[in-house]
């Protein structure tokens, strides 16, 4: 079963053995507001955990998107490079950004569970 594990930057990964799929959280859109752009990585692409990866725009500002893990990036939502939307519609499912095969199997673990990342995201929010 896939696991849902949080980053400080609200970036989430859902994680299926050793691979992670990878997307915003549901407060990062909501505080960004609508989404206009978003810039995505190459396949084949290697990140490092906390490197940047990409871009997203809204109609409020511009952020930079940070890797919650270290891996090679196996697959984009290419669908979303022209439906940057999906991100506010549906940041689990739609919003999705990329797909990487999870390099170090321990760091994983140094991320939030969503109970944890929701205590972190209401204190922020304050």
């Not at 859902?14 to 609508?34: F, T, Y």
């Not at 809204?58 to 999906?86: D, F, M």
């Given at each position: 079963?896939?696991?849902?594990?949080?980053?400080?930057?609200?970036?989430?990964?859902?994680?299926?053995?050793?691979?992670?799929?990878?997307?915003?959280?549901?407060?990062?859109?909501?505080?960004?507001?609508?989404?206009?752009?978003?810039?995505?990585?190459?396949?084949?692409?290697?990140?490092?955990?906390?490197?940047?990866?990409?871009?997203?725009?809204?109609?409020?500002?511009?952020?930079?998107?940070?890797?919650?893990?270290?891996?090679?990036?196996?697959?984009?939502?290419?669908?979303?490079?022209?439906?940057?939307?999906?991100?506010?519609?549906?940041?689990?499912?739609?919003?999705w950004m990329i797909k990487i095969k999870v390099?170090?199997?321990?760091?994983?673990?140094?991320?939030?569970?969503?109970?944890?990342?929701?205590?972190?995201?209401?204190?922020?929010?304050?």
């Amino acid at each position: 079963m896939a696991t849902l594990k949080f980053s400080k930057t609200h970036e989430w990964a859902k994680i299926d053995a050793n691979i992670a799929v990878i997307g915003i959280s549901d407060h990062a859109q909501k505080a960004l507001g609508d989404i206009v752009f978003i810039e995505l990585p190459k396949i084949g692409a290697k990140l490092k955990a906390n490197a940047q990866f990409g871009t997203i725009e809204s109609t409020k500002a511009a952020s930079e998107l940070y890797s919650p893990l270290s891996g090679e990036v196996t697959e984009i939502n290419k669908e979303l490079l022209n439906n940057p939307q999906w991100v506010n519609e549906s940041p689990f499912e739609r919003g999705w950004m990329i797909k990487i095969k999870v390099e170090n199997s321990n760091e994983p673990s140094s991320l939030m569970d969503e109970a944890v990342y929701k205590e972190f995201a209401a204190k922020e929010a304050h």
